[in-house]
């Protein structure tokens, strides 16, 4: 969901909020919201000069997207604006926003500054043009995909000089830790048991371990395994991220010792399993709430809250309890220790405390090397308690893309500000659709069609990274799985689907570079919808090219000496032309061509 936030109109209140350093103005403290259910604001002209704001409320940022409970809970378009005073006319100034969720329109005085697409990543634009000495108004419409949103880290404008070196984290320069071999390599698997098969079992799910171990398959990650709470529920069954039971297993998916037998199957496919950790809250009639209400988050009034408006069926864990941290850690070994699951992929897991998730990792690497996957952006997680983090934001900027709104070469500036942002070798978890985004944005082929579903797929395998396939994916599955109801899958269909999903593991199986290597931007004649580039590990290189139009387009790339002249295709239904070190392809509507260099 998104929100834009304004400042009041008393002057004197909002120079208050704003740093009176004229090098650097940090916009935290109140301002102005309104919500956009219309989406009207463009066109009624919400960001221009003079427009009366004595009904938008007042709000304090910036503020983590989950605690705008005074907040309705909605989706889609939200605005914010804010006064503040501006000096220093003579150098080159810039705007930083280190955090929207999720995208974001930008106006200065009235006039566009710019647009950002993606959840959650920094992201800066020069204003110097748009600033004026005296007081100026910085409006912001932000639009959220799907639950709460809004502006949730600083803003601040000073000099682009300074740019830079604000861009570089400090995580930057740590080293993230050290992953197991089998993660690095990992291809996940997400399974959803209600639609992965008739039976929507333990079962159902070990009977076909055999086609994911040939689809290509490393680790399988199976949503919460747990009992679902009945009070307050959504749907006819429940959200599976509504946990009556930690310690419990869903009847739906079958027993104890039914789980038991899926992990000792999944372990002699030679397969990882990890499941959904969903740490930040339970079921309003959980065991914990009722045995341990202490544990949990509360108002004012004493009484149990949610973790924000949107999430009715949950309440919130309150991680200042020492006594639920060491309930949560037992719980995590548990699993680990005692039934013999590799990991974790964690729920929302940048609304847990870091430390918390620092101590769980080093308990749990007591026991034997897991896989911490975190639904989360944040950089510190790389540090000591997590493999991977989620990479929304290239997801976020693919129908951009497509449509037209954006240039492919964007993934360019997004690494680069991942590798500004992020410790040395973090791994992001890549994807073109997942269980959140199949049942609240579109299924991928709804989303980007069927041509496109296929052109994103190819990205999220050879960017720098761990893929993520869905199930239903490898069949072009055009239905939205609900998190409430049963929704089944048809294996029967999208052959091509999974054809082009089993070329895409064995090609990263066999390539170092696309498991490891680093990422070499190549400029090319095609236009703003083609991206090309390559990756290179040792002497093992690869060279993608990956049309996002809906038209054939022609393209050509030069070859740097770094990266050699001799290639051969590995995947691709096109060929090339090579003269000397300039390489050239017709690319098909939404097609790609993926080459290894010859050795």
Same mark, same amino acid.
């Given at each position: 969901?998104?929100?834009?936030?304004?400042?009041?109109?008393?002057?004197?209140?909002?120079?208050?909020?704003?740093?009176?350093?004229?090098?650097?103005?940090?916009?935290?403290?109140?301002?102005?919201?309104?919500?956009?259910?219309?989406?009207?604001?463009?066109?009624?002209?919400?960001?221009?000069?003079?427009?009366?704001?004595?009904?938008?409320?007042?709000?304090?940022?910036?503020?983590?997207?989950?605690?705008?409970?005074?907040?309705?809970?909605?989706?889609?378009?939200?605005?914010?604006?804010?006064?503040?005073?501006?000096?220093?006319?003579?150098?080159?100034?810039?705007?930083?926003?280190?955090?929207?969720?999720?995208?974001?329109?930008?106006?200065?005085?009235?006039? +566009?500054?710019?647009?950002?697409?993606?959840?959650?990543?920094?992201?800066?634009?020069?204003?110097?043009?748009?600033?004026?000495?005296?007081?100026?108004?910085?409006?912001?419409?932000?639009?959220?995909?799907?639950?709460?949103?809004?502006?949730?880290?600083?803003?601040?404008?000073?000099?682009?000089?300074?740019?830079?070196?604000?861009?570089?984290? +400090?995580? *930057?320069?740590?080293?993230?830790?050290?992953?197991?071999?089998?993660?690095?390599?990992?291809?996940?698997?997400?399974?959803?048991?209600?639609?992965?098969?008739?039976?929507?079992?333990?079962?159902?799910?070990?009977?076909?371990?055999?086609?994911?171990?040939?689809?290509?398959?490393?680790?399988?990650?199976?949503?919460?395994?747990?009992?679902?709470? #009945?009070?307050?529920?959504?749907?006819?069954?429940?959200?599976?991220?509504?946990?009556?039971?930690?310690?419990?297993?869903?009847?739906?998916?079958?027993?104890?010792?039914?789980?038991?037998?899926?992990?000792?199957?999944?372990?002699?496919?030679?397969?990882?399993?990890?499941?959904?950790?969903?740490?930040?809250?339970?079921?309003?009639?959980?065991?914990?709430?009722?045995?341990?209400?202490?544990?949990?988050?509360?108002?004012?009034?004493?009484?149990?809250?949610?973790?924000?408006?949107?999430?009715?069926?949950?309440?919130?864990?309150?991680?200042?309890?020492? #006594?639920?941290?060491?309930?949560?850690?037992?719980?995590?070994?548990?699993?680990?220790?005692?039934?013999?699951?590799?990991?974790?992929?964690?729920?929302?897991?940048?609304?847990?405390?870091?430390?918390?998730?620092?101590?769980?990792?080093?308990?749990?690497?007591?026991?034997?090397?897991?896989?911490?996957?975190?639904?989360?952006?944040? +950089?510190?997680?790389?540090?000591? *308690?997590?493999?991977?983090?989620? &990479?929304?934001?290239?997801?976020?900027?693919?129908?951009?893309?497509?449509?037209?709104?954006?240039? &492919?070469?964007?993934?360019?500036?997004?690494?680069?500000?991942?590798?500004?942002?992020?410790?040395?070798?973090?791994?992001?978890?890549?994807?073109?659709?997942?269980?959140?985004?199949?049942?609240?944005?579109?299924? *991928?082929?709804?989303?980007?069609?069927?041509?496109?579903?296929?052109?994103?797929?190819?990205?999220?395998?050879?960017?720098?990274?761990?893929?993520?396939?869905?199930?239903?994916?490898?069949?072009?599955?055009?239905?939205?799985?609900?998190?409430?109801?049963?929704?089944?899958?048809?294996?029967?269909?999208?052959?091509?689907?999974?054809?082009?999903?089993?070329?895409?593991?064995?090609?990263?199986?066999?390539?170092?570079?696309?498991?490891?290597?680093?990422?070499?931007?190549?400029?090319?004649?095609?236009?703003?919808?083609?991206?090309?580039?390559?990756?290179?590990?040792?002497?093992? &290189?690869?060279?993608?090219?990956?049309?996002?139009?809906?038209?054939?387009?022609?393209?050509?790339?030069?070859?740097?000496?770094?990266?050699?002249?001799?290639?051969?295709?590995?995947?691709?239904?096109?060929?090339?032309?090579?003269?000397?070190?300039?390489?050239?392809?017709?690319?098909?509507?939404?097609?790609?061509?993926?080459?290894?260099?010859?050795?």
């Amino acid at each position: 969901m998104i929100r834009i936030f304004a400042l009041t109109t008393l002057i004197p209140l909002l120079l208050m909020s704003c740093t009176m350093n004229t090098r650097e103005i940090l916009l935290d403290g109140e301002w102005l919201f309104q919500v956009d259910s219309g989406d009207v604001g463009v066109r009624e002209r919400w960001y221009a000069d003079g427009t009366e704001r004595t009904a938008w409320t007042r709000h304090q940022l910036p503020g983590f997207w989950d605690r705008y409970n005074d907040l309705a809970a909605y989706d889609g378009a939200g605005w914010y604006a804010k006064k503040f005073e501006f000096r220093d006319t003579a150098s080159a100034y810039s705007i930083v926003f280190a955090g929207v969720d999720d995208n974001a329109d930008v106006w200065l005085n009235g006039e +566009p500054v710019g647009t950002h697409v993606g959840y959650s990543d920094l992201f800066t634009f020069e204003v110097s043009k748009f600033l004026k000495p005296g007081i100026n108004e910085l409006v912001v419409r932000v639009f959220d995909m799907s639950g709460p949103g809004g502006i949730y880290k600083p803003v601040t404008i000073l000099p682009t000089a300074d740019v830079e070196k604000m861009l570089h984290s +400090p995580y *930057a320069d740590k080293d993230a830790r050290t992953s197991a071999e089998w993660v690095h390599d990992a291809v996940i698997y997400e399974v959803y048991l209600r639609s992965f098969s008739p039976e929507g079992t333990f079962k159902g799910l070990e009977d076909r371990l055999s086609e994911l171990k040939s689809l290509g398959v490393t680790v399988v990650w199976l949503m919460p395994i747990h009992p679902v709470g #009945e009070l307050n529920r959504k749907g006819t069954l429940g959200s599976p991220y509504s946990i009556s039971d930690y310690y419990g297993i869903n009847p739906e998916f079958g027993t104890l010792d039914d789980f038991r037998s899926l992990v000792a199957a999944t372990h002699r496919q030679g397969m990882k399993i990890i499941v959904d950790l969903v740490a930040n809250h339970t079921s309003w009639d959980s065991k914990l709430l009722l045995e341990h209400p202490e544990f949990f988050t509360k108002n004012e009034e004493g009484a149990i809250v949610a973790p924000n408006a949107d999430w009715t069926d949950v309440a919130d864990l309150n991680y200042d309890s020492h #006594e639920l941290r060491k309930y949560m850690i037992r719980m995590m070994r548990y699993w680990v220790e005692d039934v013999g699951i590799d990991g974790y992929r964690c729920d929302v897991a940048e609304l847990v405390p870091t430390d918390f998730w620092d101590t769980a990792r080093g308990e749990l690497d007591k026991i034997k090397p897991v896989m911490m996957l975190a639904e989360g952006t944040l +950089p510190e997680h790389h540090v000591k *308690a997590f493999d991977l983090t989620y &990479a929304w934001n290239t997801y976020d900027v693919l129908s951009h893309i497509i449509d037209g709104e954006t240039h &492919a070469d964007v993934f360019n500036g997004l690494l680069r500000s991942e590798a500004n942002q992020y410790p040395r070798n973090a791994l992001r978890l890549r994807f073109n659709t997942n269980h959140d985004k199949n049942a609240w944005d579109a299924p *991928a082929v709804e989303k980007f069609t069927p041509a496109g579903a296929k052109a994103t797929a190819v990205l999220a395998f050879t960017l720098p990274g761990v893929p993520l396939i869905y199930n239903g994916e490898e069949v072009g599955n055009p239905k939205r799985l609900s998190l409430f109801e049963k929704v089944d899958i048809d294996w029967s269909t999208g052959e091509e689907f999974r054809t082009l999903y089993t070329a895409l593991t064995e090609m990263r199986s066999a390539h170092p570079a696309l498991r490891r290597g680093s990422y070499i931007p190549l400029e090319n004649s095609g236009g703003p919808k083609i991206l090309t580039f390559a990756r290179q590990s040792g002497n093992d &290189a690869v060279l993608i090219a990956v049309n996002f139009s809906r038209e054939q387009r022609p393209a050509s790339v030069e070859l740097t000496s770094e990266l050699g002249n001799a290639w051969r295709q590995v995947n691709g239904a096109v060929g090339f032309r090579q003269e000397g070190k300039t390489l050239s392809f017709d690319l098909p509507a939404f097609g790609h061509l993926i080459l290894a260099r010859k050795n």
